[in-house]
């Protein structure tokens, strides 16, 4: 295996044609990792000091990318994984399928390497509980003398979809299933109505209404749109996830009015919550991000999607709605 280092911005359009070949099908998770995602984070949010690794085997073929930058923290260099981790969700290295043990190998004896950037810990974040990464770097790492702590980060719930809304209720308690057929009525009775953003919409208005929406819900989430880069980043990678047919944008109105909004990716066999938006103030009784949610889990269901991840976060609402525990976990590798 040969290894490359790279650090400059320029290396996005060199690995163009590349980077997406490295992105497992079978891994939904690795949408945050894919060439436009990690392209418009970094030209966005990026800090520190870009420092991807390639490693190609003996034909020249890409086969692994450490896609990495360096930041201080403290006394110490930190390589983390591009993205951590305010807008994304999941990260991981990028392996193809049966080279994990090779190129992981080979991107540590890189950075042991006298070739390498200065640095003092690995710090990666946000890794699925399903990645190989997760079992085979700690043990490469301990063979070559370096110290690892594998720990639990985030929980991630889940919802595994059965074949109908119903079979979906029943999954649910006596009292959440009530509860959830209550609101959905009362919502009906105020001929509430919902739409999925299409083409035959204007993109840009549907994605201000949603950010001004989520400004609205939450103190915090107000402030986080206000951090420099975060506006701009959303207003980027929207038209691209809505060009590749992966963004879905939905919105609750009464009366011709935005009520609570849903900002999710289709991607593969998983629908992901990304993010929401509310109008905390002019609908009170009326539940509108709850009945939002209701259906678009309905209309997940009835387009066959197996899963709905309502990505990192152990807020209750979650699991009152049927989800499940997954987590993603951190592998920190120290010098």
């Known amino acids: 295996m040969k290894t490359a280092w790279y650090a400059s911005p320029d290396i996005f359009d060199t690995l163009a044609g590349e980077w997406d070949t490295l992105v497992n099908p079978a891994s939904p998770e690795l949408l945050f990792m ?34 990495w930058f360096i ?15 305010d807008v994304v969700d999941y990260l991981d290295i990028l392996v193809v399928p049966g080279y994990e043990q090779d190129v992981l190998s080979a991107l540590l004896d890189f950075m042991l390497s006298q070739d390498a950037p200065q640095w003092d810990i690995l710090d990666l974040c946000n890794l699925p509980q399903n990645s190989p990464v997760l079992v085979l770097l700690p043990e490469l790492a301990k063979t070559k003398g370096l110290t690892v702590t594998v720990a639990p980060l985030e929980e991630c ?37 919902w739409y999925i953003v299409g083409p035959e919409h204007h993109l840009d208005k549907e994605i201000d209404a949603f950010l001004e929406l989520m400004a609205m819900s939450t103190t915090d989430k107000s402030a986080f749109l206000k951090e420099p880069g975060h506006l701009s980043f959303f207003k980027e990678i929207g038209p691209m996830m809505f060009e590749k047919g992966i963004l879905e ?18 991607y593969r066999d998983r629908m992901m919550l990304y993010n929401s938006g509310l109008n905390p103030v002019d609908f009170p009784g009326l539940s509108p991000g709850v009945v939002l949610l209701i259906y678009n889990i309905e209309n997940a269901i009835q387009r066959h999607f197996k899963v709905y991840d309502f990505l990192r976060g152990s807020e209750e609402y ?12 951190n592998i920190t590798v120290y010098r």
């Not at 930041?71 to 981790?85: D, F, H, K, L, M």
């Not at 979650?318 to 976990?329: D, H, I, L």
């Open 318 to 329: 979650k699991y009152r709605m049927g989800a499940q525990k997954t987590n993603v976990y």
């Open 157 to 193: 719930p889940i919802i595994n979809l059965p074949r109908s809304y119903e079979e979906y209720l029943g999954m649910l308690d006596k009292k959440q299933r009530h509860e959830l057929r209550r609101k959905r009525r009362r919502a009906q009775e105020m001929q509430a109505g």
């Open 249 to 266: 944008l939905s919105f609750l109105t009464f009366e011709g009015r935005r009520a609570a909004s849903l900002w999710q990716f289709a």
């Open 71 to 85: 930041e201080q923290e403290g006394e110490q260099r930190a390589v983390r994984i591009i993205g951590s981790t």
């Open 34 to 67: 894919s060439y436009d995602w990690q392209r418009i984070w970094w030209k966005h949010l990026g800090r520190g000091h870009l420092s991807i690794v390639t490693v190609r085997d003996d034909r020249g073929v890409l086969r692994g990318i450490g896609p």
